[in-house]
């Protein structure tokens, strides 16, 4: 018995000295060939996951699309020189504070089909834009079946993915939905002519990206509180442009805000709700909107869906110090469930 163990122990050591020595010949030849000749084989891939995240709100079945990546500039941030001097500091030591996203979102109610925001399209951004429609069909969902389109405000960034260029309505059978003194503004030739230059090129996008709806009767406006979709209630967000309007939808209990550009860059207006954006029209009622609504978001956990913040854009705040954080939602692919 004792015999049979040892040469049983011979030929098994012999066995895995056989193998060990196959296993350095391999590993050489690997050696001689180049240290990564068999990692090369896989060739990289540059594509990314379908830009589109999806998140249960009640009954409500909202999807993120993304449009675009965007980085926002420190020149277009006005604060006082104590904070911007600590914000050029803290980018100087993370390049990666000002980056963000261009994003839409789909709503599902069950009865209608809602795009909140869409995108740049063609009209902004130099090429960089201009994925929402795409990132719509991966989602599993044609242009054609949107019903209902709410757009915060009139900047291309966010109702260009509307329009092409030669006019053609991106969303056929769907309505649109803009602040009245949104559409009165930003239509207005009077306006326009009196704007200065560098503000001129977003009343032209904008005339032209609502006059094929204008035409086919597809361009409405509202002034108050009137009811458009059930469950869903207006919220003026006045400061960034003159009509910017909020969206926040309820499905049993839960609620979600589409804020528009309440926040551009979150890594420094969160925590200075004061510092404003070059294209906040009106400076000081921009920051007094942030002032009066965070709180309340960060007090009732409501769910935003910002068009800027970080894909899939979707999150709430938390308070922290004099300011708030943002707590993005997590990725999971049991969406439905949580
Ligand atoms: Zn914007």
Not at 149 to 172: E, I
């Amino acid at each position: 018995m004792k015999n049979k163990l040892v040469v049983g122990s011979r030929s098994v050591l012999k066995r895995n000295a056989l193998r060990f020595a196959a296993a350095l010949l391999a590993a050489l030849a690997i050696f001689v060939a180049g240290p990564n000749a068999a990692l090369t084989q896989a060739p990289q891939h540059h594509d990314q996951v379908p830009g589109f995240y999806r998140q249960k709100v009640g009954d409500l079945e909202v999807t993120a699309l993304f449009d675009g990546f965007a980085v926002f500039d420190p020149h277009w941030l006005n604060g006082t020189k104590a904070t911007m001097d600590g914000v050029v500091k803290e980018l100087h030591e993370d390049p990666h504070m000002l980056e963000a996203s261009v994003t839409g979102f789909l709503v599902n109610t069950g009865k209608q089909l809602i795009l909140v925001d869409a995108g740049a399209g063609t009209w902004f951004g130099g090429g960089a834009l201009g994925r929402l429609a795409g990132s719509l069909r991966s989602a599993g969902y044609t242009p054609e079946e949107v019903n209902i389109v709410l757009v915060t405000h009139l900047h291309s960034d966010h109702v260009g993915g509307l329009t092409a260029q030669d006019g053609r309505r991106v969303f056929p059978n769907a309505d649109v939905y803009v602040a009245k003194a949104e559409s009165d503004f930003w239509l207005s030739p009077e306006i326009a002519a009196k704007a200065p230059k560098d503000a001129q090129p977003f009343f032209q996008s904008a005339q032209a990206i609502a006059a094929p709806y204008i035409k086919a009767g597809k361009w409405h406006t509202f002034s108050g509180s009137e009811p458009i979709v059930d469950g869903m209630q207006l919220v003026p967000l006045s400061g960034h442009t003159p009509g910017h309007t909020g969206y926040e939808f309820s499905s049993k209990g839960q609620k979600i805000l589409f804020w528009g550009d309440t926040i551009h860059a979150q890594r420094v207006q969160l925590q200075h709700p004061k510092v404003t954006a070059t294209f906040d029209l009106d400076q000081n009622a921009a920051a007094a909107t942030r002032l009066q609504l965070l709180p309340r978001l960060a007090r009732e956990h409501v769910l935003i869906a910002g068009p800027h913040m970080p894909f899939p854009a979707l999150g709430s705040l938390r308070k922290e110090g004099n300011g708030y954080s943002w707590v993005p939602v997590v990725f999971t692919d049991r969406w439905d469930e949580k």
